[in-house]
């Protein structure tokens, strides 16, 4: 388990950092999510979903990318 104050995956939480505010992909243990990325914290990330916010631990995370929308 992670101590407070510190970060489980510097390098994700560098690139999602960096991704707020934008649509994005992400891969769970679980599952395939869409949605906005309103935050990032040391342990999780907030990501809105139809209007709805969701809460992903980063050490759940496989990958993550920017949505793309095929014409």
Do not use: C
């Not at 690139?15 to 990032?40: D, F, H, P, R």
Request: cysteine-free.
């Amino acid at each position: 388990m992670a101590q407070i104050g510190s970060i489980s995956n510097p390098y994700l939480y560098e690139t999602l950092k960096m991704m707020v505010g934008q649509a994005i992909v992400v891969q769970t243990e679980k599952n395939i999510q869409q949605g906005i990325l309103l935050s990032i914290l040391p342990d999780h990330i907030i990501l809105e979903i139809s209007r709805t916010p969701f809460f992903i631990q980063l050490e759940e995370i496989v990958w993550v990318t920017l949505e793309t929308t095929k014409k």
